[in-house]
């Protein structure tokens, strides 16, 4: 039941420019959200968004939601080698029973910055 | 900060053993999760568990079982481990599932089956 899939599967730039990650799903959300996973470890929350949002910024990450056209993104601005890592979409996939939520991921972005 | 930690960073079996992947967090949480991430799949949910003693099958639960026994600690175990459960696991916990909650998760655990 994978719900998003990120665009692209693979993003290099150069350190200083921006980086721009897709996200789409198939069906309603009530929340999307972007994760960060360094190389061989565990996934970080960067930032959620509602389904009644359409934009939110934290520090140099900006995420946009466009509810019609099923689809997210995640823009890094002014990137830097430490950025460097795999971005995941994450949205949940509605009620599943005994009062929960689950939360289904992409398949992610991997991000180089070259310094 | 929450803490989710999982006892082991790298592990190798052989096929056929029972294996115990153990996943504790400090926080309190109600829920956890065990996820498999493998190349070109993402991250595929296992188990999950609201509640001590309770449990829901996430979209690949076959071969593996959960028990969560203290609301602290939550175990997945493969009865019988074979080779094409050779892969990263990753655990998680969250205070409490609704629409607005973010998953914290532990390092992983690198399972090689051989």
């Known amino acids: 039941s994978q719900q998003g899939e990120e665009d692209p599967q693979a993003l290099s730039i150069q350190e200083g420019e921006n980086a721009t990650m897709n996200c789409s799903y198939k069906?309603?959300?009530?929340?999307l959200q972007w994760y960060r996973q360094n190389s061989g470890r565990g996934l970080v929350h960067l930032i959620l968004i509602r389904s009644n949002e359409r934009e939110k910024h934290s520090g140099r990450l900006r995420v946009t939601l466009d509810t019609s056209k099923k689809s997210s993104s995640l823009l890094i601005t002014a990137s830097r080698a430490a950025d460097t890592a795999s971005y995941f979409c994450a949205t949940d996939a509605g009620y599943s029973g005994a009062g929960s939520y689950q939360l289904t991921f992409g398949k992610g972005t991997k991000l180089s910055v070259i310094p | 900060d929450v803490k989710v930690t999982q006892s082991s960073r790298y592990l190798v079996k052989r096929t056929g053993e029972k294996v115990f992947l153990e996943c504790v967090q400090d926080?309190?949480?109600?829920?956890m999760f065990w996820y498999r991430q493998d190349p070109g799949l993402g991250l595929r949910l296992i188990y999950f568990s609201y509640d001590v003693k309770m449990k829901e099958k996430g979209d690949i639960p076959e071969g593996y079982s959960v028990s969560r026994e203290k609301k602290e600690r939550f175990s997945l175990i493969l009865e019988s481990a074979s080779t094409n459960q050779t892969s990263m696991y990753l655990c998680a916990s969250s205070e409490q599932l609704g629409t607005n909650e973010k998953l914290f998760f532990g390092s992983g655990t690198q399972l090689s089956v051989l």
């Open positions: 069906t309603s959300i009530n929340n």
């Open positions: 926080m309190d949480h109600e829920n």
